[in-house]
């Protein structure tokens, strides 16, 4: 019974359906963006050839991630698997009917691997040069003795996060800054570390979410449940108007 109950759910991730490219079968293998990884099978002779239809190099573009990274990822990510990158493509060959099961595992782990290390490789060095960026019209604008980075913060949970920048006045108001970028790893983690922080410190406390590139707005929603969200442009004049405020009180 539980075995018939695990089939039916899992029937729609078993699909076979004959297309231009080959045999498209859906695989419980996730990309990203949560949808499951497709591999496609043809055969020539008694070989069955398995690629993944360029499913991980579409998905990384769809992100706009670079074209050299998108290369070296893959490749690494064939290796890994045993296998190889073919116009962009990962693909395997399987000699018999027997290793077909294997070969569609390698090439629809690869896929999925493959992509979301090039997406969280280029959230990671989308958020460095953010970063850069926000730390240069900081330095620029206001007594860098004010301006501190890496600022750890102890939230009401008892985590210590640590805020990309922050600016500290005599009067004790603080002002936290993080750079986020369009992506559901850093969107998460500067909600989690925003909701976090007290309500209250010394003589107030600001959040800024700091971002270049536009958000989705649900993600924008949620961030400005826990912070101002700040164009990078705007920054400047942002956290004047937040400094002013807590010296006039």
């Not at 629809?108 to 958020?127: D, L, P, Q, Y």
């Not at 620029?140 to 102890?154: C, Q, T, Y």
């Not at 969107?187 to 570390?193: D, Q």
């Not at 700040?230 to 009180?249: D, F, I, N, Y």
């Amino acid at each position: 019974m539980i075995c018939e109950d695990v089939q039916a759910a899992l029937g729609p991730f078993h699909t076979c359906v004959e297309t231009g490219d080959g045999a498209r079968l859906t695989t419980q293998c996730l990309y990203p963006s949560f949808d499951p990884v497709a591999v496609f099978v043809t055969r020539v002779g008694e070989i069955y050839r398995v690629h993944d239809g360029g499913g991980a190099e579409r998905t990384a573009w769809t992100h706009g991630r670079d074209e050299q990274l998108i290369g070296r990822m893959l490749a690494r990510h064939a290796a890994r698997y045993q296998i190889r990158v073919v116009d962009g493509a990962l693909v395997t060959e399987a000699q018999t009917l027997e290793w077909l099961p294997s070969a569609v595992l390698a090439v629809a782990n690869a896929s999925a691997s493959a992509a979301t290390a090039i997406i969280e490789r280029s959230r990671a060095a989308g958020e460095s040069v953010l970063r850069e960026q926000v730390h240069s019209v900081l330095s620029k604008a206001f007594d860098p003795s004010l301006v501190i980075r890496e600022f750890p913060f102890v939230g009401r949970s008892g985590k210590e996060h640590r805020f990309d920048f922050a600016i500290r006045q005599p009067h004790e108001h603080v002002l936290l800054i993080d750079a986020v970028v369009p992506h559901h790893v850093s969107v998460s983690a500067k909600y989690v570390a925003f909701a976090d922080t007290r309500l209250e410190h010394g003589h107030g406390l600001d959040r800024f979410a700091v971002y270049d590139r536009p958000l989705e707005p649900s993600d924008a929603s949620l961030l400005q449940q826990v912070a101002d969200l700040v164009p990078l442009r705007s920054l400047e004049p942002g956290v004047k108007r937040a400094l002013a405020h807590h010296v006039l009180q």
